[in-house]
């Protein structure tokens, strides 16, 4: 497991995501695989940045893991902001019209129908949030 912590700002994005571009590429994972990946993971960062923290900002760490045995990697999400568990809200009606649906919940849905699967935990006074997706046969 690898992992990196950055200022939870919209302005540290492009960073957070060439780490882990360079890490599934290391990996050699495929670009289709990837940009799911850059989907969940633009989404799921833009939100730390946007809502977890106060004006005073904070941090967020991305870990990074690879299970050889299956295929799967993982990217976990750690902030210190204000308890949210994004998979609580029902996923938005698709087949409505945007103005029948409503804001919101839209970038999480998009983000979950990337990954294969994704799991919020909250402990120790930290949002834990992990997206799992295979990117190799074996």
Not at 107 to 123: C, L, N, P, Q, W
């Given at each position: 497991?690898?992992?990196?912590?950055?200022?939870?700002?919209?302005?540290?994005?492009?960073?957070?995501?060439?780490?882990?571009?360079?890490?599934?590429?290391?990996?050699?994972?495929g670009i289709?695989?990837?940009?799911?990946?850059?989907?969940?993971?633009?989404?799921?960062?833009?939100?730390?940045?946007?809502?977890?923290?106060?004006?005073?900002?904070?941090?967020?760490?991305?870990?990074?893991?690879?299970?050889?045995?299956?295929?799967?990697?993982?990217?976990?999400?750690?902030?210190?902001?204000?308890?949210?568990?994004?998979?609580?809200?029902?996923?938005?009606?698709?087949?409505?019209?945007?103005?029948?649906?409503?804001?919101?919940?839209?970038?999480?849905?998009?983000?979950?129908?990337?990954?294969?699967?994704?799991?919020?935990?909250?402990?120790n006074n930290?949002?834990?949030?992990?997206?799992?997706?295979?990117?190799?046969?074996?």
């Amino acid at each position: 497991m690898i992992e990196q912590t950055f200022d939870a700002t919209i302005a540290c994005f492009p960073q957070a995501s060439m780490f882990v571009d360079g890490w599934l590429e290391s990996l050699g994972c495929g670009i289709k695989i990837q940009m799911q990946i850059d989907l969940a993971l633009d989404e799921l960062f833009t939100n730390i940045a946007s809502y977890a923290y106060g004006p005073e900002g904070g941090k967020a760490t991305l870990q990074l893991d690879f299970d050889e045995t299956t295929g799967v990697a993982s990217v976990t999400f750690i902030d210190s902001g204000m308890p949210y568990d994004p998979l609580a809200k029902p996923d938005p009606d698709v087949t409505l019209s945007a103005e029948e649906r409503g804001i919101g919940g839209l970038g999480i849905y998009m983000a979950k129908k990337a990954v294969d699967k994704m799991e919020y935990r909250y402990e120790n006074n930290q949002n834990i949030l992990t997206v799992y997706k295979k990117i190799k046969e074996v």
